[in-house]
């Protein structure tokens, strides 16, 4: 069930190239006030985004998670970043996707054809 979730959290990215250096900031969703900060160490905080609106559902209380996060270059298919959850972050979900857009964007989207689930844009640098 796990890999159906991680799966079902792809999100697909635009057609510009992401560099990955330039991936660390805070990103934020101005309606919900949803975050996500990717460190520049490999590390991750999500902030007020819920586990349904991570993985597409909409909706849901706010929930707090960490972990790290890598860059994964795919040459098959869109570039994203892979945020490995720890443990107590998500019960039983290892890990989501979460897609750049090259454009200050990331974006949380369960259904490469339909509209993302939540997007965030970048505010600040760390």
């Given at each position: 069930m796990?890999v159906?979730l991680?799966?079902?959290?792809v999100v697909?990215?635009?057609c ?6 330039e991936?660390?900031?805070?990103y934020?969703n101005e ?5 996500v ?7 991750f905080l999500?902030?007020?985004?819920s586990s349904?609106?991570?993985l597409?559902g909409?909706?849901?209380a706010?929930?707090?998670?960490s972990?790290r996060?890598e860059f ?18 998500l019960g039983?979900i290892g890990g989501l996707?979460l897609y750049?857009?090259g454009?200050?964007e ?18 600040d640098?760390?």
């Open positions: 796990a159906a991680i799966a079902s959290s697909t990215s635009g510009t190239p992401i560099d990955p250096d991936l660390p900031g805070v934020r309606e919900t006030g949803g975050e900060v990717l460190d520049s160490d490999g590390t999500v902030t007020g985004v349904d609106e991570s597409g909409g909706g849901g706010p929930a707090d998670f972990g996060w994964v270059d795919s040459e098959t298919m869109s570039d994203f970043v892979y945020l490995t959850v720890d443990d107590d972050g039983k996707q750049p857009n454009r200050g990331v974006k949380f989207r369960p259904d490469p054809d339909g509209p993302p689930s939540l997007v965030l844009t970048k505010v640098d760390p």
